[in-house]
């Protein structure tokens, strides 16, 4: 039986195809590709496959038991963590790709100097054809930030604060172990000490059970009232109503997310108007990139080899902690 | 005769007069403050000091033959150099403050951001409440940057752009003399050469005869169309009615202007209106961060001690050439 790969992906070009291919012949497997509107043909296809490579909760939903490792394409894998029915074979491996680090750490930079120099506010100026008022106004050089999550997302705000002068950069994981970029990592217990001197706080940490509902009301309260949140992992991680009150309320400086709870945000909904909140439709990390895509594409095929070899997954999902 | 100052500022706090009035007193002078509210005062108490410490070409024309030295607290000092008769004393030294390099290079990284990734496409989107519509976009990561003018603004915003991956920034300066933090620096005769290659164009050029209409319409037409311009320098280097023209054709993919020609900009003026810019009313390089103030503080104190000792001046502006 010949070895398929399943691939449902819209953003491949012609030379990703070729990088497939390429890797794919060498190693003895057959890639199938299909675009996101054929999701019938890609359906029928998967049940004859060993690899799917997408991201599509509702293809996996249909793959065979004969499927051995989904590898998806996003960085967030909480929608096939959270529920394990979603895999017909338990032991079929899901590996994920922190492609996105660069695309969504050039985000937080853009935001972060957006609430420190009171963009939103001069452009509302701008926008009534308004001179004048200038505001006082803060710089990340010479400034501290605490960054939840030191993963490939954190690592790459760090590193890029550090290039714009930052003068502390503290991390936040699980474990609490030492990384580069950070002049210091703490574990996420230690977090409630952290909150009174954050005056930065960047936040991006995967969808867990243990990171839902991360920053409560009691927390969002720890912060000084000059403090600035931003989310780019998952919008859950925040208690949203008690974040609103505070932006309203004047109890923190501002915010800006790039992830909300729920995705898409009903039209209704309050967080379009809070005050000094910058909201963007979780953009900061998608595939509108080439870097992002080509990346992605590289870490397929590494992972290709590494499984054609037997080896290890280097992109393996621990599904039960769901990162 | 007593050695008299004449302090006429807005933005000194009292850790920055008793920073003042210790260097001050050390080599015999006595500094005298003025808020900007206190013309009166300040022109009469200018009779009798040989030093002023101001940005106010108005009280600069009230000073007597025997002031000695005028140090502006601007970087940019234009209104001085293109009028001479503002100087009573024709020997009269005249500094300018080069203290908004890390502000105004901030404010550079964040536009560029906006440009790169269309965030006025995504405020606009967010303003209605609309989600979806994920656009391509870039990065600073691997780009290249053409920075006009390797001084304290151009040097801070190419390390910041190094410091965020960027591939390559080539400055360009009247000299062309090599500067760290570029990895190339041409002389200005050679922009017709870049503009071609040129998919950052960020303007950082003091208001000088050299500098005026400086991106003339047939250098704009050089850039490529998906090119981004941003100035921070003086609204004269640009032809503006030929960039509002290309920004709305569709001839180049964007532009930020801190600076234009007149400012204030007028209501009606069609600027306001111009697609794809980002307006700012020349707040880059205010007043607004702490840094910027401290470092105008120690930059006067600094050339004070050079002038008590008879030593050059640091900061001294050759008057002909205009920076």
Known sequence: MSRNICIYQ??????????????????????????LEQFDEARECLQSCEVLYAHAPKLMREAPKTLRWYCCSSAGVDPYCKDPTIFANPDCLLTNTNAYGVTIAEHVIMVTLMLLRRMPEYEEQVRNHGWGNQRPIRSIRNNTFTVLGTGNIGSNVAQRLRGMGAAKIIGLSRSGRPAADFDEVLPISRLDEILPETKNLIMALPGTAETVGLLSPERIALLPADAYVINVGRGTAIHQEALMDALNGGRLAGAALDVMDPEPLPADHPLWNTKNLILTPHVSGNMTLGYTCDRNVEMFCEDLENYAAGRPLKQLVDRTRGY
Do not use: D, S, V
């Not at 819209?10 to 675009?35: D, S, V």
């Open 10 to 35: 819209e953003f491949l070009t012609a030379a990703h195809k070729e990088q497939i291919n390429r890797t794919a012949e060498k190693l003895g497997f057959t890639p199938h590709y299909f675009t």
